[in-house]
């Protein structure tokens, strides 16, 4: 009977753990995706005034060197230029749910979709350009709203499951 109580207890407190660790590793994935978005447009920035490949080809071939997570979304993008513009194929491919990134984000990135092969080489690469900017102050706040509520979450989980445990004693 007490070996059962504590293993009950136990899994209360590990899953009220868990959920405070996995709440705030949102706030780390961000900040990565983030990063990684950045990484991703500098190269679409260099594919684009070097290469004057198709925008399909760019991004396939960029999705096959970033991350899993952000590689879907040009992935997404290449495939979806099939079948629209680039502009809304890309709108279409950032509005799918696999990101950590929140709506103020997923905003700045359908801006690059204004003059996303509807300009000349230079207008594109200028709209990158800002986009990069944008992305800079995002990640800094990003990393400001990781820092505080990361160690939050984590302690949170720990101390609601602590307090589970401890009513129900």
Not at 25 to 34: G, I, M, P, S, W
Not at 75 to 98: C, H, L
């Amino acid at each position: 009977m007490l070996g059962m109580k504590i293993l009950i207890y136990s899994c209360i407190f590990l899953t009220c753990s868990a959920i405070g660790i996995l709440k705030s590793q949102k706030y780390t994935h961000r900040v990565d995706e983030l990063k990684e978005f950045k990484n991703a447009l500098n190269m679409f920035k260099t594919k684009i005034k070097f290469t004057y490949e198709p925008l399909p080809e760019i991004f396939k071939q960029i999705s096959a060197s970033i991350s899993p997570n952000i590689g879907s979304i040009f992935k997404i993008a290449s495939y979806n230029m099939s079948f629209f513009p680039a502009g809304d194929a890309w709108s279409k491919a950032i509005d799918t749910d696999i990101l950590n990134i929140n709506s103020e984000d997923k905003k700045l990135l359908k801006d690059l979709s204004k003059l996303l092969g509807a300009t000349d080489v230079e207008g594109q690469i200028s709209q990158i350009e800002v986009t990069e900017n944008f992305l800079n102050e995002q990640i800094k706040k990003a990393e400001k709203e990781r820092d505080k509520n990361e160690l939050m979450y984590r302690k949170l989980g720990i101390i609601i499951g602590l307090g589970i445990v401890i009513i129900l004693i």
